[in-house]
């Protein structure tokens, strides 16, 4: 099959657009795009009722995760679910040690040591399999330059950004709700199909990361790349306009990051429609 008949195939194949709508509006609800996800219901004509309550809880307790204040955030928790925390062990010693980086990097190395001699040191004699995060940890307060520490990642922006998705997803779960949005699902069916095929020596049209940034050039801060984890990569685009700040900003920002991601994953469901 050359390409000419690929993209002609593809054309032919119709994808309902209410199946579109309703993997975007998935994405902005799970990803806590409150305001977008209202609009966006709204707009598509879509019926399905969107618990705004639960979205705002799950992402005042990310943010406070986000912004290093996890004790905030697991005291959110505790007053939303408690059994949230109490039931999922490894979950709440990743907030402790989210904690004890957040106090490494502040510079108390006296309340580190008294924080994880107290606090983390229990939940290793617990659970040893705890003692390796400990000791990476810790290991943080060996270098004054953490640019040069082994751990140093653990002090990216990115490590705050993994145990809020952690914790917003066992609040998911806690609520029987899916954990990941199926954006991302399809970004990985559609990156898993193309490698699939490039391995079998079929040249087709590829989908790259890099044409969604350049159809939305406000996707560029995500750094999507061809060989990311389109998880990571959604997640990325997810957080880009919650930076830039604005209700209204963010809500439209939303929109648009959905919106390019839904376009990878209408190839993704065509192209699987499709014989190779």
Request: include cysteine; glycine fraction near 4%.
């Amino acid at each position: 099959m050359d390409v000419v008949d690929w993209q002609q195939r593809m054309s032919e194949v119709a994808v309902d657009r209410v199946l579109v709508n309703r993997l975007v509006l998935d994405y902005l609800v799970i990803e806590g795009y409150k305001d977008a996800a209202e609009a966006f219901s709204r707009e598509s004509g879509l019926s399905e009722q969107i618990d705004v309550a639960s979205i705002a809880d799950r992402m005042a307790i990310r943010a406070a995760v986000q912004r290093g204040d996890v004790q905030a955030a697991i005291d959110l928790v505790d007053a939303l679910d408690p059994q949230i925390l109490r039931a999922n062990g490894t979950l709440a010693f990743h907030l402790r040690q989210q904690q004890l980086i957040e106090i490494i990097r502040s510079g108390a190395v006296d309340d580190a040591l008294a924080f994880a001699q107290t606090t983390l040191a229990p939940a290793g004699e617990a659970n040893p399999a705890f003692l390796d995060e400990i000791e990476r940890t810790m290991a943080l307060l060996a270098f004054e330059d953490t640019a040069s520490c082994p751990v140093g990642h653990l002090l990216d922006p990115s490590h705050r950004h993994k145990t809020a998705s952690e914790l917003n997803g066992a609040i998911l779960a806690a609520q029987s709700s899916q954990r990941e949005p199926r954006l991302p699902i399809c970004l990985r069916m559609l990156l898993w199909a193309q490698q699939d095929l490039a391995d079998k020596h079929v040249v087709v049209p590829r989908v790259a990361p890099d044409q969604l940034v350049a159809a939305h050039p406000e996707l560029d801060a995500t750094k999507m790349r061809a060989d990311e984890p389109p998880a990571a990569a959604a997640a990325a685009a997810a957080r880009a306009p919650r930076a830039r700040g604005g209700a209204a900003a963010g809500a439209a920002s939303g929109v648009l990051a959905a919106a390019a991601a839904a376009r990878a994953a209408r190839v993704a469901l065509t192209g699987a429609s499709v014989p190779s």
